[in-house]
Antibody, heavy 120, light 110 residues
Framework: QVQLVQSGAEVKEPGASVKVSCKASGYTFNTYFIHWVRQAPGQGLDWMGITNPSSGSTSYTQKFQGRVTMTRDTSTSTVYMELSSLRSEDTAVYYC?????????????WGQGTTVTVSS | QSVLTQSPSVSAAPGQKVTISCSGSNSNIGNNYVSWYQHLPGTAPKLLIYDNNKRPSGIPDRFSGSKSGTSATLGITGLQTGDEADYYCGTRDTSLSAYVFGTGTKVTVL
């Protein structure tokens, strides 16, 4: 079945970087966009950006520009989201989500989420 | 601070109906399609509605969506205890060149 499996929880110190992986299975990897969304404790969903696994092209929301990098490894059908210069406000659950076929901005399959805790 | 505003919470008894509103502007809802997502704490969000009113395969017709001008609405009929969750609207914001989610609405089944 179609699924996205994310890497495990991370604890990082302020100023460090974190790299979260999202492994796709059950569909043709490079034909669907992948979004990244996060949810901080007590807050709502926050869209971070999107990557095209076929071309590697990316688009990031301005809030994370300069700190986020989305990459992919087509040989393992895995997409990565790296966030640098971490601060306490980056403590959140990070989700990857597949873009629905034929749609750029509809997310139809979601990963289970990865908890990132930023603390000294 | 989201550009899409939702009421913080709604509640109703089992079997009843609730509606959730999502208010935006011409740069988002007014000129783009709206999706709705259900999010139970500790689980992955689920797509309920896309293109304003279309349901993905497997989503019961108890869930419905509509859009008028710069506002969108999600309706849930025949409320069930399993519907207790947070619900988010989402759409593209042309001015921000980004996707935006609403502030979220918590549905409580009394």
């Amino acid at each position: 079945q179609v699924q996205l499996v994310q890497s495990g929880a991370e604890v990082k110190e302020p100023g460090a970087s974190v790299k979260v992986s999202c492994k796709a299975s059950g569909y043709t990897f490079n034909t669907y966009f992948i979004h990244w969304v996060r949810q901080a404790p007590g807050q709502g969903l926050d869209w971070m950006g999107i990557t095209n696994p076929s071309s590697g092209s990316t688009s990031y929301t301005q809030k994370f520009q300069g700190r986020v990098t989305m990459t992919r490894d087509t040989s393992t059908s895995t997409v990565y989201m790296e966030l640098s210069s971490l601060r306490s406000e980056d403590t959140a659950v990070y989700y990857c989500a597949r873009g629905k076929s034929g749609y750029y901005y509809v997310m139809d399959v979601w990963g289970q989420g990865t908890t990132v805790t930023v603390s000294s | 601070q989201s550009v899409l505003t939702q009421s913080p919470s709604v509640s109703a008894a089992p079997g009843q109906k609730v509606t959730i509103s999502c208010s935006g502007s011409n740069s988002n809802i007014g000129n783009n399609y709206v999706s709705w997502y259900q999010h139970l704490p500790g689980t992955a969000p689920k797509l309920l509605i896309y293109d304003n009113n279309k349901r993905p395969s497997g989503i019961p017709d108890r869930f419905s969506g509509s859009k008028s001008g710069t506002s969108a609405t999600l309706g849930i009929t025949g409320l069930q205890t399993g519907d207790e969750a947070d619900y988010y609207c989402g759409t593209r914001d042309t001015s921000l060149s980004a996707y935006v989610f609403g502030t979220g609405t918590k549905v409580t089944v009394l």
